[in-house]
């Protein structure tokens, strides 16, 4: 028996499959997303001192990255 053509349902179940999984995968990272900003709300007002504290630290990453970043372009001439 040869298959000269491949069938219908099988390319519309795959089709719909990935489809209902990618709007899945949107779903979740909205709620994750919703999930998250609420929680650095949270954090914002319950804890006002520490999240200040957990930004500056960051910033301070951030900072240090930049300035190790200039100096190891400044050592290569």
Known sequence: MRFTQPDCWVMYTVGAVGEWLTEAAVQVKKVLTYA??????????TRPADAASAVKGAM???????DSLALFFTKLT
């Open 36 to 45: 998250a900003i609420a929680f650095v709300a949270f954090y914002l007002f």
């Open 60 to 66: 301070d990453t951030v900072v240090n990255a930049a």
